[in-house]
């Protein structure tokens, strides 16, 4: 019993150093032309925002839409135009089947997640929604962490987003998978297919890579290891929450 104690024990620690093997092979640096901005100079401040098993980006919608134009991001465009009553919009990516029957962990069942991360093929879709407050007023209990991107950051990370979205012939943008999950929100048809080595969290992680920040996808897996590793390399840490009305 103690021998298999002890095998166990060692698989144990080998699955654990290869872990962080992985983590450092595939950890992406930052880049310095891009991130930080520099100290003087126009910045754009975007969130990341934890939804416990799902993460998204919240984008100040004026700023895209400027942007957008300039840069021929015609669906950031579309985006910005279509939400003209809103300061910012909340953008996240994932499996289309996942997003509409997990709106809350309280959804959540073990035949739908093993469904979404194993199986190939699942179609995935973009929630995107109008916000009138910042990320910190608009999701009070979530962990949100506040990044400044230049403008040339801000750019990149656009053109990320324009290469999520599915076009149609004539180059719309197609909006026809139904309204989103709350507030004023709908779904897109988006590009690339969800699995569990190419979730929400992980599209968070590349757009992020491409504004210049440092991200580390095996840690990007789930929402708690893109934000620590934020915390790690980038120095960034979660905004404090708002402290609750005693009544």
Same mark, same amino acid.
């Given at each position: ?12 620690? /080998? ?52 942007? /957008?134009? %300039? %840069? ?37 069942? !073990?035949?739908?997640?093993?469904? /979404? ?7 995935? !879709? ?6 009138? %407050? ?81 991200? /580390? ?19 960034? !840490? ?10």
């Amino acid at each position: 019993m103690r021998r298999l104690a002890k095998w166990f024990g060692w698989i144990a620690l /080998a699955e654990i150093l290869g872990l962080l093997v992985l983590t450092v092979v595939t950890a992406r640096t930052s880049d310095p032309a891009l991130w930080p901005p520099p100290p003087v100079g126009f910045k754009t401040e975007v969130s990341v925002v934890s939804h416990l098993y799902h993460s998204g980006l919240v984008i100040p919608r004026a700023a895209a839409r400027e942007r /957008a134009s %300039q %840069q021929n991001n015609h669906a950031v465009y579309a985006l910005a135009q279509r939400y003209a009553g809103y300061e910012w919009l909340e953008i996240g990516w994932g499996d289309e089947g996942f997003y509409r029957m997990v709106p809350t962990i309280a959804s959540l069942t !073990v035949s739908e997640a093993m469904r /979404a991360l194993f199986r190939s093929g699942n179609a995935s !879709v973009l929630h995107v929604v109008g916000m009138i %407050q910042p990320a910190r007023l608009s999701f009070a209990n979530s962990e949100i962490v506040r990044i400044d991107l230049s403008q040339a950051g801000f750019g990149r990370m656009l053109d990320g987003i324009e290469a999520s979205f599915a076009h149609g012939k004539n180059g719309a943008v197609l909006d026809d998978a139904g309204p989103g999950l709350y507030g004023p929100s709908r779904f897109y048809r988006a590009n690339g297919n969800f699995n569990i080595f190419n979730d929400c969290n992980h599209w968070v992680a590349r757009l992020l890579s491409e504004a210049g920040l440092p991200t /580390a996808p095996v840690l990007a897996t789930l929402p708690q290891g893109l934000l620590l590793d934020l915390r790690w390399r980038a120095g960034l !840490v979660p905004m404090p929450k708002p402290e609750r009305k005693q009544r």
